[in-house]
């Protein structure tokens, strides 16, 4: 039996050398472990010492910056209160700010993609993919910033549809289906369209966030945008969403799962992209068509511009039982149907794929490369060109005037900052190169100042004086239109002709605007 006890402030352990080997024993000789530590503790003088909580403050930093993430919410929360308040013709200056700062500092996602173009683009330069995966950058941010309109109410999407004789299959078939798209696009910003074409409830499956707070963000947005027939299921470990999705096919629904990428905990199959190359997609679309005896329609939904999407609908995939009854062939065999189609629209479209992680597997030697290339030029993809049908926009303004007007004050307000640091670091080699190194960084965080401050002031205004919310756009951009004005002032008065006129330029353009958006307002 262990005792232990504490003689007076030194807390002094006295263990007798004989232990028992018995179960009670075993237990108490624990418990004289513990008591031999505490009386250790009390005896260094920590009596007294407040426990430390350095570890949940940690926690508790830790948590906070993950916030400010790639992942996290900061940005979906700040992506939605700035597309509901930033001037359309500002909007594409920021568009390109965030997407260089993003392409810049992800390194890993910059490099996913750029392993995934070289093999989408066999032969093709590793530094013109650098570039390449900028694009992919900017088509994904674009999709992000409709997506975030789409959810504010805007009906401001030009689409056009391609193969309308297999969406119109889709849209007669009584029993349920399996819709099979890709991540291109964004089919959030398509969800009115198939909802209106497509009268059956609609299930939508999407991978969780990767960060909590994230995921409850969207998932309030959902629900706040939640339309009659329209459901989203998220694909987390032990929701038996497979009996779910089945259970709405079986009831005449249609599922809409993305097949392009492995996340978490996917069953996948391991398919031939190419000669010597090889990759995983999700075996659950064809496990689930073959469950249920339902069709697969691959539908992609493709970024063609600005405002501007593009509905490109295949056909339909069949996964019958053989008379062998294996299965594994038949979803074998579907898969690569789906793995044909899949290549050449991620061919042919691979700005608009926004996968960032790498996903395929090489397995010949860089002798084979030219092999590669050759296949690659004998599978050329091709497309249709002319549409099959147009559904304009109900509302928005030009592509050009946004992005002229946009290019206008991104260049003029650029050249002013570059001019004005380096005239103050002439004279010192050092200073002008690091001047010219810091410059990108001080523009970018100016002008998303003077944003910020402009639409707060616009705000206040608004909230004091009980404008009506049509006005926000003139106000808003007057307080732009003052800010730059000073900008301007401060040139002129400083002696340079040449940022004054191009200043003088930039309010031509912007007074257009601003008649434009007061007398010929977006309908």
């Not at 993919?129 to 504010?152: E, P």
């Not at 629904?253 to 997609?281: C, H, K, M, N």
Request: charged share 20%; net charge positive; aromatic share 10%.
């Amino acid at each position: 039996m262990v005792e232990t006890g504490m003689a007076g402030k030194e807390g002094r352990a006295v263990i007798p050398p004989a232990i028992s080997q018995s179960s009670q024993d075993a237990h108490a000789d624990a418990r004289g472990e513990i008591e031999i530590c505490t009386s250790f503790a009390l005896r260094h003088g920590k009596r007294d010492r407040p426990t430390c909580d350095c570890p949940s403050r940690h926690s508790s930093l830790k948590n906070l910056l993950r916030r400010f993430s790639a992942h996290g919410d900061f940005w979906l929360r700040y992506l939605h209160w700035g597309t509901r308040h930033c001037p359309w013709f500002l909007e594409p200056m920021y568009v390109f700010a965030f997407t260089v700062m993003f392409w810049v500092f992800l390194g890993r996602q910059r490099r996913a993609v750029t392993a995934n173009l070289a093999v989408l683009l066999p032969g093709s330069s590793p530094v013109m993919n650098l570039f390449r995966a900028g694009r992919v950058f900017w088509n994904f941010a674009w999709s992000l910033v409709d997506q975030a309109h789409a959810r504010h109410g805007s009906k401001n999407i030009h689409w056009e549809i391609m193969g309308d004789e297999h969406l119109a299959i889709l849209e007669r078939e009584t029993k349920g289906s399996v819709l099979l798209t890709a991540h291109m696009g964004n089919y959030d910003v398509a969800a009115p369209l198939f909802a209106e074409r497509i009268q059956r409830p609609i299930h939508m499956v999407r991978a969780p966030e990767r960060e909590q707070k994230s995921q409850e963000f969207q998932a309030a947005q959902r629900e706040k945008e939640r339309k009659a027939g329209f459901v989203v299921h998220y694909n987390e470990p032990g929701n038996m969403l497979g009996m779910d999705l089945a259970r709405a096919i079986q009831e005449g629904g249609v599922v809409a799962i993305q097949g392009d990428r492995i996340l978490f905990d996917v069953s996948p199959l391991e398919l031939t992209y190419r000669e010597g190359i090889t990759w995983q997609i999700p075996r659950g679309p064809f496990l689930l068509a073959l469950v249920t005896k339902a069709l697969i329609h691959p539908v992609f939904i493709v970024r063609m511009g600005y405002r501007r999407y593009r509905v490109v609908a295949a056909a339909p995939i069949e996964v019958p039982l053989p008379a062998n009854r294996d299965k594994e062939a038949a979803q074998r065999l579907a898969a690569e149907q789906w793995n044909a189609v899949l290549r050449e629209v991620m061919e042919r479209h691979w700005r608009q794929w926004f996968v960032f992680e790498p996903v395929f597997q090489k397995t010949v030697k860089s002798d084979d490369q030219q092999s590669q290339r050759a296949e690659a030029r004998e599978a050329a993809p091709k497309e249709q060109q002319t549409p099959d049908r147009i559904i304009p926009a109900e509302s928005g303004h030009g592509a050009m005037a946004a992005l002229t007007l946009s290019a206008l004050v991104g260049c003029w307000s650029g050249m002013v900052m570059l001019r004005w640091l380096l005239e103050r670091s002439l004279g010192c080699t050092g200073c002008m190169i690091t001047s010219v190194l810091i410059w990108p960084v001080l523009w970018f965080l100016a002008m998303v100042a003077l944003a910020q401050v402009s639409l707060w002031v616009a705000l206040a205004i608004m909230k004091l004086t009980r404008l009506p919310m049509r006005h926000y756009d003139v106000l808003a951009c007057g307080i732009t239109l003052t800010g730059l004005s000073a900008v301007a002032w401060e040139e002129y008065s400083g002696g340079c002709p040449v940022g004054w006129w191009l200043g003088v330029l930039w309010f031509v353009g912007l007074g257009v605007a601003l008649i434009g958006t007061l007398f010929r307002p977006a309908r």
